[in-house]
């Protein structure tokens, strides 16, 4: 898996002060599927992104610990990065709840389907330098291509609201907002998205 060019390695080394995509398109990413040796990485990479956010938009976010990240992976959830000459620009963390471990990492939603159908994408990130290039559409049709290959027939995320780049791009992966919530903890005001894949849904070509 820590093939050098592949490597999340080189994200810490080398990223976040230079361009990590010049700005001619987004051929050439790759997803590459994490695991638990990941998590240092995953941590940074999640750190950054929050660092980078103005202190209006820090709802939009929320980094996990490195003991939540190992707890993720150990629980049998996943995570995906997308790589591009050999740096990380983007990432998701992928829950598949179990009765075992059922958190779900939805804040207020009534969940509309059993727990073991279900898959939330968490932690959508794209490095500062590659936003507006297709790197976050390309993580959530990954995502949803894990969910397939998974079982995992109903979908869910959550966005917040003074978020429109997020929540448009799950409406524009045919994951559209089905109700409303509210982070009591800060007051963030929320959409709920959920998709079931069972209905025939047609992936876009990555
Ligand atoms: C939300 C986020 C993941 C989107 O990733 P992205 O790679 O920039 O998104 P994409 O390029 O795939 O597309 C997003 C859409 O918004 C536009 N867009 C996104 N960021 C933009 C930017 N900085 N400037 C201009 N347009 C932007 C894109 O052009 C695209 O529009 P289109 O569908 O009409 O073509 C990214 O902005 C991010 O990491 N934000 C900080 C963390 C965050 O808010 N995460 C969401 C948690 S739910």
């Known amino acids: 898996m820590n093939n050098q060019t592949e490597s999340i390695v080189a994200y810490v080394d080398q990223n976040i002060v230079e361009p990590v995509i010049q700005p001619v398109g987004y051929y050439g990413i790759k997803i590459k599927e994490c695991a638990v040796e990941d998590v240092d990485h995953l941590h940074a990479f999640q750190n950054m992104i929050y660092d980078f956010l103005h202190e209006d938009e820090k709802g939009f976010f929320l980094p996990k610990t490195k003991s939540f990240l190992t707890d993720h992976f150990n629980a049998g959830s996943q995570a995906i990065s997308a790589i591009h000459n050999g740096q990380v620009v983007g990432q998701a963390l992928i829950v598949l709840p179990t009765v075992q471990s059922p958190k779900t990492g939805m804040t207020d939603m009534a969940l509309p389907a059993p727990l073991e159908s279900l898959s939330i994408i968490q932690g959508l990130a794209v490095h500062p330098k590659a936003r507006g290039l297709n790197v976050g559409n390309i ?3 990954a995502w949803l291509q894990v969910s397939e290959d998974e079982g995992r027939d109903n979908v869910l995320a959550e966005t917040s609201q003074d978020n429109p780049y ?3 791009l799950f409406n524009k992966n045919d994951v559209p907002i089905v109700s409303e919530g509210v982070d009591l903890t800060d007051g963030t005001a929320l959409y709920n998205h959920h998709c079931s894949l069972k209905t025939g ?6």
Do not use: E
């Not at 849904?201 to 990555?206: D, E, G, K």
């Open 201 to 206: 849904r047609q992936f876009a070509c990555i």
């Open 166 to 168: 997020s929540w448009a």
């Open 139 to 141: 993580l959530i049709q």
